[in-house]
């Protein structure tokens, strides 16, 4: 038996009903396969056995108490994967969907991606099964008081650094941040994302959303190819999706259409993203109140937005929201790139329609990296007790999302998989760790 399938098998028995972290595992390791034949060493070092068992997963109760005065008890998560190149970062979620499997597969792959961005991080994620829809403020900053109340004795500044996530924007950040602050005494960056006030950076909101088009737009142009003049698709409207919106405007293309979880909307003069951004960064509101702005435009609760005719999509909304059929209607329509804002936002059989109808396509970990990058600048800033410009943090982003463009087109040209992003993404976000590792000894 191949030593992949070897360690994806006992990945399968050892943690059953993690449907989500199989499938990161599987198309992770599947895709090495030809790095992992090429050295002997992985194998006689336990390479991969040692990376899809974290260091640690640390579950906690998180009990808080609502406007009403009734107590309600979720759960934390955070599992620290592997800090063979730094130390762990990775965001925090919070949706009723969370559970270990979803945790695992996010740590996992961030592994991968912090490493494509060339900086000193390594691979972790967190998050709650806690719902902030719908919650006061008040009963928002109980649970993250209280969540954080715990989170704070496995965290710093040099330990592990997590950051926003669904669910987990300025408003969540700020009262982590103060928690910790106060529970611990310590000033440090030890979490990213946080107000400009108090220690955050210009351009990090932006960051994972223009990453993606700056990414997608490198790839466009290898082959002769740009957003200008492009029609583009966007799930999604948080923060990935407004700002992957605004970049594409930005650069020329027409963003037709954005979802939430309820429902999505066609606009054919192109959405008109202020709107977009008062309705869901100022009133926290549904986009079925978009038709006030525009009362042209369409709005719909059935099907989904890769059933409209497209360029360019961009999924920037959850895993999974892309599967086989959707992706046969996008090819159908002549898509002519996909970038993956949110993490693993399809399924293997989707990918795999891609892949084999030559559409160009970005996988998540190299094209969300945007994100996670601007955190580890963040980071930096935070060190050195100094603000960079708007501008500075900015170009740093785009000159790291061109650096991994080439890192993962060059690997996958390594192995003769030519324009495959998925098997050069994996294998360069790979390699490094993996040397950091064998250079460290089995630990
Ligand atoms: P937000 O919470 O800001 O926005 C998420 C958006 O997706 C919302 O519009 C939400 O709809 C929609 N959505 C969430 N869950 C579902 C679902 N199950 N079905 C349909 N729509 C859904 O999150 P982010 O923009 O921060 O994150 C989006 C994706 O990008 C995630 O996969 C995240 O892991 C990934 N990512 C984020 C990074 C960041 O810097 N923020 C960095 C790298 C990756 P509604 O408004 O109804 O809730």
Partial sequence: MSYVKEVLDSVIKKNPSEAEFHQAVTEVLTSLE?????????????????????????????????????????????????????PYKGGLRLHPSVNLGIIKFLGFEQIFKNSLTGLPIGGGKGGS????????DREVFEFCRSFMTE??????????VPAGDIG?????????????????????????????????????????????????????????????????????????????????MQFGAKVVSMSDSTGWIYDEQGVDLAAIKEIKEVKRGRLADYKNYRPKSEYSTKG?????????????????????????????????????GANMPSTIEAMNQFIGNKVLFAPAKA???GGVATSALEMSQNSQRLSWTFEEVDAKLHQIMINIYKQMAAAAEKYGKKDNFIVGANIAGFEKVADAMLAQGIQ
């Avoid at 997963?57 to 009734?70: C, E, H, S, T, Y």
């Fill in 34 to 86: 030809l790095a992992i034949d090429a050295n002997p060493e992985y194998r006689k070092n336990a390479i991969l056995e040692r990376l899809v068992e974290p260091d640690r997963q640390i579950m906690f109760r998180v009990p808080w108490i609502d406007d009403k005065g009734v107590a309600h008890v979720n759960r934390g998560f955070r599992v620290q994967f592997n800090n063979a190149i730094g």
């Fill in 129 to 136: 099964d806690f719902d902030p829809k719908g919650k006061s």
């Fill in 151 to 160: 989170l704070c004795k496995y965290i710093g500044a040099d330990v592990d």
């Fill in 168 to 248: 987990t924007g300025a408003r969540e950040i700020g009262y982590m941040y103060g928690t910790y602050k106060r529970a611990t005494g310590l000033y440090e960056g030890v979490l990213t994302g946080k107000g400009l006030t108090y220690g955050g950076s210009l351009a990090r909101k932006e960051a994972t959303g223009y990453g993606l088009v700056y990414l997608t737009e490198e790839m466009l142009k290898e082959k002769g190819m740009s957003f200008k003049g492009k029609k583009v698709v966007i799930s999604g409207s948080g923060n990935v999706a407004i700002y992957a919106a605004e970049k594409a």
């Fill in 304 to 340: 989904n937005v890769w059933s409209v005719p497209c360029d360019i999509a961009l999924p920037c909304a959850t895993q999974n929201e892309i599967n086989e059929n959707d992706a046969k209607t996008l090819i159908k329509n002549k898509v002519i790139a996909v970038g993956e």
């Fill in 367 to 369: 094209a969300n990296a």
